[in-house]
């Protein structure tokens, strides 16, 4: 097991260090490659910058007004005859959005009902099997200048969807109820 956790230590410097080593075998100016990858990153940021801190402010509000709460409040009785725990669709609408947002409502599950519990397993299943849609595809599309996102909304919804059904089957089938 060691082993392994050295390796783990080692990767990153390795990584790094094989970059730096093939630039320098193939004549490449690795600092001048270096400032001109920051520079265009940097542009990167500035450009998808209005994006993100409109989307902060859309999760913000989304959470301040009680729209979330009155949203799920909505849902919640399709929710229950299912079984799945009412509890978790906040979070499985916040995950769509932000992940920050998302990870503070899991935090708000842990600690009610605790990381073990069903809520509990069910919400940290969905968390890794679930995507932020509109974070990435405001920042990725906008990156490259995407203006049109024809199917991808509705492909990634849909993902989405069977992410939070598989969290709660997978789970439901490992631990039961």
Same mark, same amino acid.
Request: hydrophobic letters at 55%; proline letters at 0%; a positive charge.
């Given at each position: 097991m060691r082993w392994i956790i050295y390796i783990s230590q080692m990767l990153m410097p390795l990584t790094v260090f094989s970059v730096v080593m093939y630039g320098f075998l193939q004549n490449v100016n690795i600092y001048a490659a270096f400032v001109e990858g920051a520079k265009e990153g940097l542009e990167t940021v500035v450009g998808i910058l209005p994006t993100l801190i409109g989307l902060m402010c859309a999760v913000e509000v989304l959470r301040g007004s009680g729209v979330l709460e009155a949203l799920c409040r909505l849902i919640e009785p399709l929710i229950s005859v299912t079984g799945f725990p009412v509890e978790a669709v906040p979070l499985a609408l916040?995950?769509?959005?932000?992940?920050?947002?998302?990870?503070?409502l899991l935090l708000d599950i842990y600690n009610i009902f605790g990381p073990d519990s069903f809520t509990g397993r069910v919400a940290s299943v969905m968390m890794g099997s679930t995507e932020t849609i509109f974070y990435t595809m405001s920042v990725y599309f906008m990156s490259v200048g995407i203006k049109k996102t024809r199917y991808t909304l509705k492909g990634a919804? +849909?993902?989405?969807?069977?992410? +939070? +059904?598989c969290a709660y089957g997978v789970v439901l089938w490992v631990f039961g109820r």
């Open positions: 916040m995950k769509a959005v932000s992940s920050s947002g998302a990870t503070g919804l +849909i993902a989405n969807l069977v992410g +939070i +059904i």
